[in-house]
């Protein structure tokens, strides 16, 4: 087995350059790499695209990024939570592209998968289908959306061996393994880092081929959005 | 009175039918799982990658790593099963999910809906709401007739930025049930309590087509 163990997060992410496209896993703030996110602000790497399905809170996940102004452009489906995230957008200092959630999945995993482009319904006659190619299938109406890759995906694990095989937890599974597939270096950061073997083959839902780069996270927080419990 | 959040959820939950896979979004539509009635077996689906969404754990069990696409901590249930983003939108796109209710800040008579932007005070992005409106055969949008400022909610025209054109099946508002005709226009269908149906033309700027008596909802 090959061996894509990285002794820390500062190492995984020490050749990224300025102005690189990253893809960062995650919903909110459940399945980001925390760890990978901290060594990029420590390196200070700036004029980044970012392909996220949201840009975490203000003092949280991706939203560090943006108080540092290490992010020229955001492509996402929500960004409800990031009061700076909107004072940059409505100032112009901050380009986005908003894109239908599962138009975004889709493209993401059509960047890992081959496929250059496809057609889905969502967005058809909104501002969305603007300059898209608009195509009738079955008496339905269709847009054409092209994949998306990235220079560095960035992902979180709960589990991974030291081959780059990932196992997902729950729904932080999300955008993950997609992103996975669609970087041309793909770093993985896990809880729990194993040896080859360890993990039932059955059960990995990320296959190794994807991962280029691995290592185990520490101090994971883990934050909760909206805690919500049976009594409330 | 016209319905409060609770009572405009009670008035959904009827809608829901036995054996049926559901996406519910971010607001009121959350709220109608309260009141779906014992005997009608659903299935909730969360478009960040699960099916079977069980009751808000217990303080003891929250997991952040198990959440629902509003973001709060959720549990699974016997029966559940956890699959990527992508995975979720298949099924959704591929049109397993029955039913879809969701919020609006406008519909049009010909079933339109704008729920996602206000140009230059509000970009929060679409998130999976137009995937969503594209893709399901049936869609419940739960909304207030107007707005604070009096206005009608139910138009000729959205005025705000689309979300999807041509979608909308049923309107539930604090104020009626309404069906949207293929052919166009508001169809009456109830009135909530001691609301009138003069009040509810008056409060509908599309096209509100009345036939015979309009019952009162049926609230417990």
């Known amino acids: 087995m090959i061996n894509k163990v990285v002794s820390s997060a500062d190492e995984a992410v020490k050749d990224i350059p300025d102005g690189s496209v990253l893809m960062l896993g995650g919903f909110g703030l459940c399945g980001i790499p925390e760890n990978s996110i901290s060594a990029l602000l420590r390196k200070g790497v700036k004029e980044l695209t970012c392909i996220s399905n949201n840009a975490g809170v203000d003092d949280f996940g991706i939203g560090l990024m943006l108080q540092t102004r290490q992010v020229k452009k955001m492509i996402s489906s929500y960004v409800g939570e990031n009061a700076e995230f909107e004072r940059q957008l409505l100032s112009g200092e901050l380009e986005v592209d908003l894109i239908p959630q599962g138009t975004l999945a889709e493209r993401i995993r059509a960047g890992g998968a081959g496929i250059p482009a496809f057609f889905t319904p969502a967005g058809y006659g909104t501002e969305v289908a603007e300059g898209k190619e608009v195509r009738e299938f079955d008496g339905k109406m269709y847009l054409m959306e092209s994949w998306l890759k990235a220079d560095f995906a960035i992902v979180k694990a709960w589990k991974g061996d030291t081959s780059g095989n990932l196992i997902f937890k729950g729904t932080a599974r999300n955008f993950n393994p997609m992103m996975a597939a669609a970087g041309k270096v793909t770093i993985a950061e896990v809880e729990e880092l194993v040896e080859p073997g360890e993990l039932d083959p059955n059960t990995i839902h990320t296959p190794g081929i994807y991962v280029q780069r691995i290592f185990q996270g520490d101090n994971y927080e883990k934050r909760i959005e909206q805690r919500t419990t049976r009594i409330s | ?220």
């Open chain 2, 1 to 220: 009175m016209a319905l409060d959040k609770i009572g405009i959820a009670k008035r959904i939950a009827q809608e829901v039918q036995d054996g049926t896979y559901i996406n519910l979004g971010i607001g009121i539509p959350t709220l109608v799982s309260n009141f779906i009635a014992d005997d009608i077996n659903v299935v909730l689906q969360s478009e960040n990658g699960l099916l079977g969404i069980g009751p808000f754990p217990d303080e003891e069990d929250i997991d952040a790593d198990l959440i629902n696409a509003g973001k709060q901590t959720v549990t699974t249930m016997n029966g559940s099963s956890l699959f990527s983003s992508a995975q979720s939108f298949e099924m959704i796109r591929g049109g397993h999910v029955d039913l879809t209710i969701l919020g609006a800040m406008e519909v049009s008579e010909n079933g339109d809906i704008a729920n996602w932007k206000i140009p230059d005070k509000m970009v929060k992005g679409m998130g999976g709401a137009m995937d969503l409106v594209a893709s399901a055969d049936n869609i419940i949008v739960a909304m207030q007739h107007c707005s604070r400022s009096g206005a009608s909610k139910l138009l000729k025209e959205c005025t705000l930025p689309i979300t999807g054109l041509k979608c909308v099946k049923k309107v539930v508002t604090d104020m009626a049930v309404l069906d949207i005709l293929p052919e166009g226009g508001f169809k009456l269908l109830e009135r909530a309590p001691g609301i009138s149906v003069e009040e509810i033309q008056n409060a509908t700027e599309g096209k509100l087509i009345i036939e015979g008596d309009i019952p009162e909802m049926a609230i417990n």
